[in-house]
């Protein structure tokens, strides 16, 4: 693993998994240990204390992190700035994942919309958790047209299961309609075409030969 500078004296960067339970687990095990037997990793009065602890120590980390990361393009921060900040966000992106969905979610989609400096390791870690729309935004804020519509394309046909994305042919017209690449508009629309051809239409020809040929496969193969 490279070098990685620290974010603030006590917390160092990478922060590994588990980091604040660990300090909870120690805490909890020092305070409480000599009073409960059988100790205080197994009375269900400290399990629960343990999981209100650790729940609001990850919400003072996300915190902490949110508001040290608007301080992106500050000189104050140093040399090694890019390498903090990418730790940053796939710390941030970890412990957003591990929110409750109903909590959690527009969370997400801010951090992710905002653009990440954690590309490769935030796009294992949304196929790892099954957020697939997500991971479809993750590309879009990146300007992955391809692999948008590809995403999308999996979650429409139940490849990919997401109960977040929502009207998935409907979006994918109204993307494709906005799409300049005329290839890609052109694959996916038939696609789309032969999936729902009443949405598929909807997508207008940007060229004169695409025209003929979305004409010509109109609800048929484009093989």
Request: proline content about 7%; some cysteine; aromatic content about 14%.
């Amino acid at each position: 693993m490279p070098h990685s500078p620290l974010l603030f004296p006590f917390v160092p960067i990478p922060i590994p998994p588990q980091f604040n339970d660990g300090i909870v687990v120690n805490k909890l095990g020092r305070n409480y240990d000599p009073f409960i037997k059988p100790s205080s990793a197994d009375a269900p009065a400290t399990i629960e204390l343990k999981r209100v602890l650790v729940n609001n120590a990850n919400n003072v980390l996300r915190t902490y992190l949110f508001r040290f990361r608007e301080k992106k393009g500050y000189a104050s921060i140093g040399g090694d700035a890019a390498e903090i900040f990418r730790w940053v966000d796939l710390v941030l992106l970890q412990l957003t994942l591990e929110m409750p969905r109903e909590s959690g979610t527009k969370a997400l989609y801010d951090l992710v919309d905002s653009g990440v400096d954690c590309f490769d390791e935030a796009e294992r870690l949304l196929m790892d958790a099954g957020r697939y729309y997500v991971l479809s935004r993750l590309y879009q804020q990146r300007g992955m047209t391809e692999w948008v519509l590809e995403t999308w394309v999996k979650m429409i046909d139940g490849t990919w299961a997401d109960e977040e994305f929502k009207h998935g042919e409907e979006r994918m017209r109204d993307y494709l309609i906005k799409c300049r690449d005329v290839a890609l508009m052109f694959r996916y629309a038939m696609w789309l075409v032969r999936r729902n051809p009443e949405a598929g239409v909807q997508v207008p020809p940007k060229q004169p030969f695409f025209a003929f040929l979305f004409v010509y496969n109109e609800g048929g193969s484009c093989e």
